[in-house]
Protein backbone atom coordinates (compact mmCIF):
# COMPACT_ATOMS: atom_id res chain seq x y z
CA UNK A 1 0.00 0.00 0.00
CA UNK A 2 2.90 2.55 0.76
CA UNK A 3 4.08 2.23 -3.13
CA UNK A 4 0.30 3.36 -4.32
CA UNK A 5 1.11 6.63 -1.90
CA UNK A 6 4.43 7.70 -1.55
CA UNK A 7 5.57 9.44 -5.20
CA UNK A 8 8.51 7.90 -7.04
CA UNK A 9 11.50 10.07 -6.99
CA UNK A 10 15.05 9.27 -8.70
CA UNK A 11 16.75 11.60 -6.37
CA UNK A 12 17.52 10.89 -2.52
CA UNK A 13 16.04 13.62 -0.07
CA UNK A 14 19.45 14.14 1.01
CA UNK A 15 20.23 15.62 -2.47
CA UNK A 16 16.60 17.13 -3.54
CA UNK A 17 15.74 20.22 -3.85
CA UNK A 18 14.15 21.47 -1.09
CA UNK A 19 10.70 21.68 -2.05
CA UNK A 20 11.11 17.88 -3.02
CA UNK A 21 11.87 17.22 0.74
CA UNK A 22 8.85 18.95 1.49
CA UNK A 23 6.55 16.67 -0.34
CA UNK A 24 8.29 13.66 0.81
CA UNK A 25 7.76 14.23 4.31
CA UNK A 26 4.11 15.42 3.80
CA UNK A 27 3.59 11.95 1.67
CA UNK A 28 5.45 10.50 4.35
CA UNK A 29 3.43 11.40 7.11
CA UNK A 30 0.23 10.80 4.69
CA UNK A 31 1.31 7.27 4.56
CA UNK A 32 1.00 6.62 8.03
CA UNK A 33 -1.85 8.37 8.50
CA UNK A 34 -4.73 5.48 9.00
CA UNK A 35 -7.28 7.45 7.33
CA UNK A 36 -5.77 7.64 4.26
CA UNK A 37 -4.35 3.72 4.43
CA UNK A 38 -8.15 3.01 5.07
CA UNK A 39 -9.27 5.27 1.60
CA UNK A 40 -6.44 3.48 -0.22
CA UNK A 41 -7.45 0.02 0.69
CA UNK A 42 -11.17 1.06 0.08
CA UNK A 43 -10.32 2.41 -3.44
CA UNK A 44 -8.31 -1.40 -4.00
CA UNK A 45 -11.18 -3.18 -3.23
CA UNK A 46 -13.58 -1.43 -5.48
CA UNK A 47 -10.87 -1.78 -8.28
CA UNK A 48 -11.41 -5.73 -7.27
CA UNK A 49 -14.67 -5.60 -7.31
CA UNK A 50 -15.16 -6.97 -4.01
CA UNK A 51 -17.87 -4.10 -2.67
CA UNK A 52 -20.67 -3.09 -3.92
CA UNK A 53 -23.46 -2.68 -1.45
CA UNK A 54 -23.73 0.83 0.01
CA UNK A 55 -23.68 -0.91 3.94
CA UNK A 56 -20.30 -2.48 3.21
CA UNK A 57 -18.55 0.34 1.92
CA UNK A 58 -19.64 2.25 4.33
CA UNK A 59 -18.69 -0.36 7.10
CA UNK A 60 -15.03 -0.46 5.81
CA UNK A 61 -14.84 3.23 5.19
CA UNK A 62 -15.84 3.48 9.30
CA UNK A 63 -14.02 0.45 11.03
CA UNK A 64 -10.58 1.29 12.36
CA UNK A 65 -9.03 -1.82 11.16
CA UNK A 66 -5.29 -1.07 12.40
CA UNK A 67 -7.01 -1.09 15.95
CA UNK A 68 -7.83 -4.68 15.64
CA UNK A 69 -4.14 -5.63 13.98
CA UNK A 70 -1.77 -3.64 16.94
CA UNK A 71 1.33 -6.76 15.70
CA UNK A 72 1.02 -5.19 12.49
CA UNK A 73 2.48 -2.03 10.77
CA UNK A 74 -0.10 0.38 9.12
CA UNK A 75 0.60 -0.17 5.88
CA UNK A 76 0.28 -3.70 6.90
CA UNK A 77 -2.74 -3.62 8.69
CA UNK A 78 -4.80 -1.87 5.51
CA UNK A 79 -3.25 -3.91 2.95
CA UNK A 80 -6.40 -5.39 0.87
CA UNK A 81 -5.24 -8.86 -0.12
CA UNK A 82 -3.59 -9.64 3.08
CA UNK A 83 -4.58 -11.23 6.41
CA UNK A 84 -2.62 -10.46 9.67
CA UNK A 85 -1.49 -13.10 11.80
CA UNK A 86 -2.20 -12.82 15.39
CA UNK A 87 -1.57 -16.19 17.01
CA UNK A 88 0.33 -19.29 16.09
CA UNK A 89 0.26 -23.02 17.36
CA UNK A 90 3.66 -24.84 18.30
CA UNK A 91 4.41 -26.16 14.32
CA UNK A 92 4.22 -22.30 13.38
CA UNK A 93 0.94 -22.83 11.77
CA UNK A 94 -1.54 -19.94 11.98
CA UNK A 95 -4.11 -20.72 14.22
CA UNK A 96 -6.38 -17.07 14.25
CA UNK A 97 -5.73 -14.13 11.82
CA UNK A 98 -7.47 -10.88 10.41
CA UNK A 99 -8.83 -11.87 7.26
CA UNK A 100 -7.59 -9.91 4.34
CA UNK A 101 -10.15 -6.94 3.40
CA UNK A 102 -11.03 -8.72 0.02
CA UNK A 103 -12.42 -12.06 1.70
CA UNK A 104 -13.80 -10.55 3.98
CA UNK A 105 -15.66 -7.91 1.49
CA UNK A 106 -16.28 -11.07 0.03
CA UNK A 107 -17.98 -12.85 2.45
CA UNK A 108 -20.17 -9.86 3.64
CA UNK A 109 -21.55 -9.31 0.15
CA UNK A 110 -22.36 -13.08 0.24
CA UNK A 111 -24.21 -12.27 3.46
CA UNK A 112 -26.91 -9.74 1.92
CA UNK A 113 -26.47 -8.10 5.06
CA UNK A 114 -29.22 -5.40 6.45
CA UNK A 115 -29.75 -2.59 9.35
CA UNK A 116 -31.50 -5.04 12.19
CA UNK A 117 -30.54 -8.37 11.58
CA UNK A 118 -28.99 -10.77 14.10
CA UNK A 119 -25.84 -12.01 13.69
CA UNK A 120 -23.64 -15.06 14.62
CA UNK A 121 -20.02 -14.85 13.52
CA UNK A 122 -18.11 -17.87 14.15
CA UNK A 123 -14.49 -17.36 15.28
CA UNK A 124 -13.67 -13.97 16.28
CA UNK A 125 -11.24 -11.97 15.10
CA UNK A 126 -12.79 -8.55 16.31
CA UNK A 127 -12.50 -6.08 12.91
CA UNK A 128 -14.95 -8.22 10.97
CA UNK A 129 -17.34 -8.51 13.98
CA UNK A 130 -17.40 -4.49 14.12
CA UNK A 131 -17.91 -4.59 10.48
CA UNK A 132 -20.80 -6.56 10.77
CA UNK A 133 -22.04 -4.24 13.25
CA UNK A 134 -21.87 -1.03 11.45
CA UNK A 135 -23.74 -2.88 9.06
CA UNK A 136 -26.81 -4.17 11.23
CA UNK A 137 -26.80 -1.14 13.44
CA UNK A 138 -27.81 -0.61 16.68
CA UNK A 139 -31.18 -2.05 15.55
CA UNK A 140 -28.99 -5.52 15.08
CA UNK A 141 -27.03 -7.37 17.14
CA UNK A 142 -23.67 -9.29 16.54
CA UNK A 143 -22.36 -12.17 18.56
CA UNK A 144 -19.10 -13.61 17.97
CA UNK A 145 -18.19 -16.95 19.91
CA UNK A 146 -14.27 -18.55 19.84
CA UNK A 147 -12.99 -21.70 21.45
CA UNK A 148 -9.88 -20.25 22.43
CA UNK A 149 -10.09 -17.87 25.90
CA UNK A 150 -7.18 -15.81 24.61
CA UNK A 151 -8.58 -14.99 21.38
CA UNK A 152 -12.30 -14.13 23.07
CA UNK A 153 -10.30 -11.67 25.72
CA UNK A 154 -8.29 -10.16 22.60
CA UNK A 155 -11.40 -9.52 20.74
CA UNK A 156 -13.21 -8.33 23.39
CA UNK A 157 -11.10 -5.78 24.60
CA UNK A 158 -10.22 -4.65 21.16
CA UNK A 159 -14.11 -4.00 20.23
CA UNK A 160 -14.22 -2.03 23.22
CA UNK A 161 -11.65 0.36 22.50
CA UNK A 162 -12.48 0.16 19.20
CA UNK A 163 -16.11 1.82 19.84
CA UNK A 164 -17.83 -1.70 19.77
CA UNK A 165 -19.10 -2.63 22.94
CA UNK A 166 -22.05 -3.94 21.60
CA UNK A 167 -20.58 -6.78 19.95
CA UNK A 168 -21.24 -9.87 22.59
CA UNK A 169 -18.19 -12.01 22.47
CA UNK A 170 -18.23 -15.60 24.45
CA UNK A 171 -16.06 -17.85 24.65
CA UNK A 172 -17.25 -21.41 23.39
CA UNK A 173 -17.21 -24.49 21.05
CA UNK A 174 -19.54 -23.45 17.98
CA UNK A 175 -20.28 -26.91 17.22
CA UNK A 176 -22.87 -25.90 20.45
CA UNK A 177 -25.47 -23.62 20.30
CA UNK A 178 -25.02 -19.98 21.70
CA UNK A 179 -26.75 -20.06 24.88
CA UNK A 180 -29.13 -17.27 26.17
CA UNK A 181 -29.52 -15.87 21.51
CA UNK A 182 -32.46 -16.36 19.95
CA UNK A 183 -31.92 -17.97 16.22
CA UNK A 184 -30.20 -15.32 13.50
CA UNK A 185 -31.06 -14.00 10.30
CA UNK A 186 -27.33 -14.99 9.25
CA UNK A 187 -24.10 -16.86 10.28
CA UNK A 188 -20.98 -15.98 9.08
CA UNK A 189 -17.82 -18.58 9.54
CA UNK A 190 -14.84 -17.14 9.64
CA UNK A 191 -12.68 -20.55 9.99
CA UNK A 192 -12.00 -23.59 7.66
CA UNK A 193 -15.28 -26.39 8.01
CA UNK A 194 -15.44 -29.28 6.99
CA UNK A 195 -19.05 -29.69 8.48
CA UNK A 196 -21.74 -28.00 9.62
CA UNK A 197 -22.89 -28.87 12.95
CA UNK A 198 -26.82 -29.13 13.77
CA UNK A 199 -26.74 -26.42 16.03
CA UNK A 200 -25.88 -24.14 13.01
CA UNK A 201 -28.75 -25.27 11.47
CA UNK A 202 -30.92 -24.72 14.29
CA UNK A 203 -29.84 -21.26 15.28
CA UNK A 204 -30.65 -20.25 11.81
CA UNK A 205 -34.04 -18.58 10.75
CA UNK A 206 -35.72 -20.45 7.87
CA UNK A 207 -34.50 -18.14 4.98
CA UNK A 208 -31.34 -16.90 6.97
CA UNK A 209 -28.05 -17.44 5.47
CA UNK A 210 -24.91 -19.28 6.64
CA UNK A 211 -21.70 -18.05 4.97
CA UNK A 212 -19.19 -20.36 5.30
CA UNK A 213 -15.71 -21.17 4.13
CA UNK A 214 -16.15 -25.20 3.28
CA UNK A 215 -13.41 -27.52 2.79
CA UNK A 216 -14.21 -29.97 -0.17
CA UNK A 217 -11.41 -32.43 -1.38
CA UNK A 218 -8.69 -30.27 0.18
CA UNK A 219 -10.04 -27.77 -2.01
CA UNK A 220 -11.95 -24.02 -0.14
CA UNK A 221 -14.55 -22.09 -1.22
CA UNK A 222 -16.38 -19.51 0.69
CA UNK A 223 -20.35 -20.53 0.20
CA UNK A 224 -23.63 -18.52 0.75
CA UNK A 225 -25.88 -21.54 1.85
CA UNK A 226 -29.33 -20.29 2.40
CA UNK A 227 -31.68 -22.26 4.41
CA UNK A 228 -34.94 -23.86 2.79
CA UNK A 229 -37.00 -26.51 3.39
CA UNK A 230 -34.55 -28.45 5.39
CA UNK A 231 -31.84 -28.03 3.40
CA UNK A 232 -28.68 -25.46 2.69
CA UNK A 233 -28.56 -24.46 -0.85
CA UNK A 234 -25.94 -22.43 -2.32
CA UNK A 235 -26.26 -19.32 -3.74
CA UNK A 236 -22.35 -18.00 -4.49
CA UNK A 237 -19.27 -19.24 -4.12
CA UNK A 238 -15.79 -18.18 -4.26
CA UNK A 239 -12.33 -19.57 -3.56
CA UNK A 240 -10.99 -18.47 -0.26
CA UNK A 241 -8.16 -19.48 2.06
CA UNK A 242 -8.94 -19.77 5.93
CA UNK A 243 -7.23 -21.45 9.25
CA UNK A 244 -8.96 -24.69 10.12
CA UNK A 245 -11.40 -25.31 12.44
CA UNK A 246 -10.78 -26.27 15.94
CA UNK A 247 -12.51 -28.17 18.77
CA UNK A 248 -15.03 -30.67 17.99
CA UNK A 249 -15.66 -30.08 14.40
CA UNK A 250 -11.76 -29.88 13.64
CA UNK A 251 -10.83 -32.14 10.71
CA UNK A 252 -7.47 -33.56 10.27
CA UNK A 253 -6.39 -34.43 6.25
CA UNK A 254 -3.50 -37.50 5.72
CA UNK A 255 -0.13 -36.61 4.26
CA UNK A 256 1.31 -39.22 2.12
CA UNK A 257 5.43 -38.31 2.23
CA UNK A 258 6.52 -39.44 -1.24
CA UNK A 259 10.12 -38.03 -0.58
CA UNK A 260 13.01 -37.46 2.77
CA UNK A 261 12.32 -34.77 4.97
CA UNK A 262 8.64 -34.90 3.39
CA UNK A 263 9.84 -32.51 0.52
CA UNK A 264 6.83 -33.56 -1.75
CA UNK A 265 3.87 -35.48 -0.46
CA UNK A 266 0.20 -36.23 -1.31
CA UNK A 267 -2.60 -34.32 0.88
CA UNK A 268 -6.17 -36.28 0.70
CA UNK A 269 -9.36 -35.74 2.62
CA UNK A 270 -9.67 -38.48 4.95
CA UNK A 271 -7.76 -41.67 5.86
CA UNK A 272 -4.73 -43.13 3.84
CA UNK A 273 -6.11 -45.66 1.11
CA UNK A 274 -2.54 -46.70 -0.68
CA UNK A 275 0.90 -47.20 0.69
CA UNK A 276 2.85 -43.94 0.05
CA UNK A 277 6.11 -46.03 -0.65
CA UNK A 278 4.14 -47.01 -3.87
CA UNK A 279 3.62 -43.37 -4.91
CA UNK A 280 7.15 -42.12 -4.01
CA UNK A 281 8.59 -45.12 -6.39
CA UNK A 282 6.11 -43.56 -9.25
CA UNK A 283 7.39 -40.22 -7.94
CA UNK A 284 11.14 -41.49 -9.09
CA UNK A 285 10.52 -43.17 -12.57
CA UNK A 286 10.16 -41.02 -15.08
CA UNK A 287 6.92 -39.53 -15.85
CA UNK A 288 4.77 -38.91 -18.86
CA UNK A 289 3.30 -35.74 -20.15
CA UNK A 290 -0.21 -34.97 -21.59
CA UNK A 291 -1.64 -31.66 -23.03
CA UNK A 292 -5.03 -30.76 -22.95
CA UNK A 293 -5.15 -28.13 -25.98
CA UNK A 294 -7.18 -25.86 -23.36
CA UNK A 295 -5.86 -22.62 -22.89
CA UNK A 296 -6.45 -20.01 -20.51
CA UNK A 297 -4.49 -16.16 -20.30
CA UNK A 298 -3.36 -13.16 -18.87
CA UNK A 299 -5.46 -12.79 -15.40
CA UNK A 300 -8.49 -15.02 -16.45
CA UNK A 301 -9.67 -16.78 -13.07
CA UNK A 302 -9.95 -21.00 -13.74
CA UNK A 303 -10.65 -21.72 -10.00
CA UNK A 304 -13.76 -23.84 -11.33
CA UNK A 305 -11.75 -25.92 -13.28
CA UNK A 306 -9.79 -27.23 -9.98
CA UNK A 307 -13.08 -27.90 -8.15
CA UNK A 308 -14.62 -29.82 -11.13
CA UNK A 309 -11.75 -31.75 -10.96
CA UNK A 310 -11.87 -32.35 -7.26
CA UNK A 311 -15.34 -33.45 -7.65
CA UNK A 312 -14.88 -36.11 -10.09
CA UNK A 313 -15.24 -39.61 -9.23
CA UNK A 314 -12.32 -41.72 -8.09
CA UNK A 315 -9.65 -40.79 -5.56
CA UNK A 316 -8.42 -37.36 -5.75
CA UNK A 317 -5.99 -35.34 -3.70
CA UNK A 318 -3.23 -32.17 -3.32
CA UNK A 319 0.24 -32.46 -4.72
CA UNK A 320 2.23 -30.49 -2.56
CA UNK A 321 6.46 -29.99 -2.39
CA UNK A 322 8.82 -27.65 -0.59
CA UNK A 323 10.72 -25.50 -2.74
CA UNK A 324 14.18 -27.67 -3.00
CA UNK A 325 12.39 -30.52 -4.64
CA UNK A 326 10.76 -27.93 -7.57
CA UNK A 327 14.19 -26.77 -7.84
CA UNK A 328 15.49 -29.99 -8.25
CA UNK A 329 12.77 -30.75 -10.65
CA UNK A 330 11.26 -33.63 -8.93
CA UNK A 331 7.90 -31.94 -9.51
CA UNK A 332 6.48 -28.99 -10.88
CA UNK A 333 6.01 -25.76 -9.27
CA UNK A 334 2.54 -25.94 -9.25
CA UNK A 335 3.29 -28.54 -6.31
CA UNK A 336 3.97 -25.44 -4.02
CA UNK A 337 0.75 -24.79 -3.84
CA UNK A 338 -1.45 -27.80 -3.93
CA UNK A 339 -1.68 -29.35 -7.73
CA UNK A 340 -5.17 -31.07 -8.43
CA UNK A 341 -4.07 -34.77 -8.07
CA UNK A 342 -5.65 -37.59 -9.73
CA UNK A 343 -4.28 -41.15 -8.28
CA UNK A 344 -4.40 -44.44 -7.72
CA UNK A 345 -2.63 -47.38 -5.81
CA UNK A 346 0.72 -46.98 -7.66
CA UNK A 347 0.67 -43.71 -9.29
CA UNK A 348 -0.72 -39.87 -9.35
CA UNK A 349 -1.41 -37.38 -12.27
CA UNK A 350 -1.68 -33.76 -11.31
CA UNK A 351 -2.68 -30.71 -12.99
CA UNK A 352 0.33 -28.36 -14.61
CA UNK A 353 0.70 -25.48 -17.33
CA UNK A 354 3.10 -24.46 -20.28
CA UNK A 355 3.84 -21.17 -21.97
CA UNK A 356 1.80 -20.92 -25.26
CA UNK A 357 4.05 -19.86 -27.42
CA UNK A 358 3.06 -20.73 -31.36
CA UNK A 359 1.46 -16.75 -31.22
CA UNK A 360 3.75 -14.55 -31.16
CA UNK A 361 3.62 -12.09 -29.18
CA UNK A 362 1.17 -13.73 -27.45
CA UNK A 363 2.93 -15.18 -24.65
CA UNK A 364 0.59 -14.55 -21.74
CA UNK A 365 -1.42 -17.85 -22.41
CA UNK A 366 -1.15 -21.21 -21.18
CA UNK A 367 -1.76 -24.84 -21.95
CA UNK A 368 -3.74 -27.37 -18.93
CA UNK A 369 -1.92 -30.26 -19.32
CA UNK A 370 -0.74 -33.35 -16.61
CA UNK A 371 2.27 -35.00 -15.18
CA UNK A 372 1.85 -38.59 -14.60
CA UNK A 373 4.10 -41.06 -12.54
CA UNK A 374 3.71 -44.25 -11.94
CA UNK A 375 2.79 -47.41 -14.04
CA UNK A 376 -0.52 -46.45 -14.86
CA UNK A 377 0.40 -42.90 -15.48
CA UNK A 378 -1.06 -42.81 -19.11
CA UNK A 379 -4.47 -43.88 -18.09
CA UNK A 380 -3.98 -41.59 -15.17
CA UNK A 381 -3.11 -38.41 -17.23
CA UNK A 382 -6.38 -39.33 -19.70
CA UNK A 383 -8.74 -38.62 -17.08
CA UNK A 384 -7.50 -35.64 -15.95
CA UNK A 385 -7.05 -34.44 -19.57
CA UNK A 386 -10.18 -35.74 -20.57
CA UNK A 387 -11.69 -33.82 -17.28
CA UNK A 388 -10.00 -30.73 -17.92
CA UNK A 389 -11.46 -30.61 -21.63
CA UNK A 390 -14.92 -31.67 -20.63
CA UNK A 391 -14.82 -28.36 -18.01
CA UNK A 392 -13.92 -26.39 -20.66
CA UNK A 393 -16.35 -27.44 -23.06
CA UNK A 394 -19.37 -28.09 -20.77
CA UNK A 395 -18.82 -25.47 -17.70
CA UNK A 396 -16.65 -23.24 -18.73
CA UNK A 397 -18.26 -20.36 -20.53
CA UNK A 398 -21.40 -21.03 -20.35
CA UNK A 399 -22.39 -20.06 -16.46
CA UNK A 400 -23.08 -23.64 -15.18
CA UNK A 401 -21.14 -23.19 -12.48
CA UNK A 402 -20.90 -25.79 -9.14
CA UNK A 403 -24.27 -26.11 -6.90
CA UNK A 404 -23.38 -26.99 -3.64
CA UNK A 405 -26.24 -28.02 -1.54
CA UNK A 406 -26.07 -29.60 2.21
CA UNK A 407 -28.16 -32.34 3.43
CA UNK A 408 -29.23 -33.50 6.70
CA UNK A 409 -26.77 -36.63 7.51
CA UNK A 410 -29.96 -38.58 7.41
CA UNK A 411 -31.19 -38.11 3.93
CA UNK A 412 -31.15 -40.82 2.24
CA UNK A 413 -29.42 -41.48 -1.25
CA UNK A 414 -32.29 -41.66 -3.16
CA UNK A 415 -33.52 -38.38 -1.87
CA UNK A 416 -30.14 -36.51 -3.08
CA UNK A 417 -29.41 -34.80 -6.43
CA UNK A 418 -28.71 -37.61 -9.35
CA UNK A 419 -25.36 -37.24 -10.53
CA UNK A 420 -23.65 -35.25 -7.51
CA UNK A 421 -20.20 -35.85 -5.63
CA UNK A 422 -21.48 -36.83 -2.55
CA UNK A 423 -19.11 -36.17 0.69
CA UNK A 424 -20.80 -37.39 3.60
CA UNK A 425 -19.94 -35.43 6.88
CA UNK A 426 -20.70 -36.67 10.84
CA UNK A 427 -23.27 -34.12 10.66
CA UNK A 428 -24.36 -33.64 6.73
CA UNK A 429 -23.88 -34.39 3.37
CA UNK A 430 -22.88 -32.02 1.09
CA UNK A 431 -23.49 -32.27 -2.31
CA UNK A 432 -22.04 -30.81 -5.54
CA UNK A 433 -23.67 -30.83 -9.13
CA UNK A 434 -22.53 -29.66 -12.17
CA UNK A 435 -25.61 -28.78 -14.27
CA UNK A 436 -24.70 -30.00 -17.67
CA UNK A 437 -24.93 -28.76 -21.47
CA UNK A 438 -26.43 -30.52 -24.59
CA UNK A 439 -23.30 -32.29 -26.44
CA UNK A 440 -23.42 -29.93 -29.13
CA UNK A 441 -23.28 -26.80 -27.47
CA UNK A 442 -19.59 -24.88 -28.70
CA UNK A 443 -18.42 -22.41 -25.89
CA UNK A 444 -17.40 -18.81 -27.24
CA UNK A 445 -14.20 -18.64 -26.07
CA UNK A 446 -13.73 -14.95 -26.86
CA UNK A 447 -16.46 -14.71 -24.37
CA UNK A 448 -15.05 -12.15 -21.72
CA UNK A 449 -14.67 -13.41 -17.65
CA UNK A 450 -16.86 -10.99 -15.65
CA UNK A 451 -17.06 -13.35 -13.04
CA UNK A 452 -15.01 -11.95 -9.77
CA UNK A 453 -12.50 -13.61 -8.56
CA UNK A 454 -11.43 -13.95 -5.11
CA UNK A 455 -7.63 -12.57 -5.37
CA UNK A 456 -7.80 -12.39 -1.16
CA UNK A 457 -5.80 -15.29 -0.76
CA UNK A 458 -3.13 -14.85 1.92
CA UNK A 459 0.41 -16.18 2.46
CA UNK A 460 0.55 -15.07 5.42
CA UNK A 461 -1.87 -17.97 6.46
CA UNK A 462 1.50 -20.30 5.82
CA UNK A 463 3.19 -21.86 8.44
CA UNK A 464 7.06 -22.48 8.26
CA UNK A 465 7.50 -24.86 5.68
CA UNK A 466 4.52 -25.58 3.70
CA UNK A 467 2.79 -22.23 1.92
CA UNK A 468 -1.33 -22.51 1.96
CA UNK A 469 -2.98 -24.17 -0.58
CA UNK A 470 -4.87 -21.44 -0.96
CA UNK A 471 -1.86 -18.85 -1.76
CA UNK A 472 -0.78 -17.49 -4.80
CA UNK A 473 -0.13 -18.82 -7.59
CA UNK A 474 3.09 -18.00 -9.59
CA UNK A 475 3.26 -15.84 -12.77
CA UNK A 476 6.27 -15.15 -14.78
CA UNK A 477 6.94 -11.84 -15.48
CA UNK A 478 8.62 -10.80 -18.61
CA UNK A 479 12.16 -11.62 -17.70
CA UNK A 480 10.78 -15.14 -16.58
CA UNK A 481 10.93 -14.56 -12.83
CA UNK A 482 7.50 -15.47 -10.86
CA UNK A 483 5.65 -12.79 -9.78
CA UNK A 484 2.96 -13.25 -6.86
CA UNK A 485 -1.03 -12.53 -8.19
CA UNK A 486 -4.44 -14.09 -7.20
CA UNK A 487 -4.36 -18.13 -6.15
CA UNK A 488 -6.73 -18.11 -9.24
CA UNK A 489 -4.71 -16.79 -11.73
CA UNK A 490 -2.53 -18.83 -14.26
CA UNK A 491 0.73 -19.29 -14.39
CA UNK A 492 1.98 -19.26 -17.95
CA UNK A 493 5.72 -20.74 -17.82
CA UNK A 494 6.12 -24.48 -18.48
CA UNK A 495 6.07 -26.26 -15.42
Not at 22 to 32: C, G, Q, V, Y
Not at 265 to 283: E, I, K, Q
Not at 416 to 426: C, E, F, I, K, Q
Not at 462 to 487: E, I, K, M, Y
Amino acid sequence: MTDSIRPSTATTAEHAPAAAVHLNERDDRAAADPEVLRRAMLDELRTLGVVRADGVVAAFRAVPRHLFAPEATLEQAYAATRSVVTKRGADGAASSSVSAPAIQAVMLEQADLRPGMRVLEISSGGYNAALLSEIVGSAGRVVSVDIDPEIVDRAGRLLAAAGYPRVRVVHGDAEHSVPGEEPFDRIVVTVGAWDLPPAWWEQLVEGGRIVVPLLMRGTTRTVALEKADGLLVDRDHQRAGFVAMQGLGAHEETFLSLADGDQVGLRVDGPADTDPALLAAALHAPKAEAWSGVEVGGTEPFDDLDLYLATRPGRFGLLQALQPAVEAKLVSRWARWGAPTFYSATGFAYRVTRRVTRRVPDTDRAEFGVFAHGPDAAHLADRVVDAIRAWDRGHRYTGRRAHITVHPAATPDQALPADGMVLDRHHARVVVTWPTVPDHATPSHTTSVTRTSTTACSTALQDSRWPSTASSNPRPTSDGTDASLSCDQVATRTS
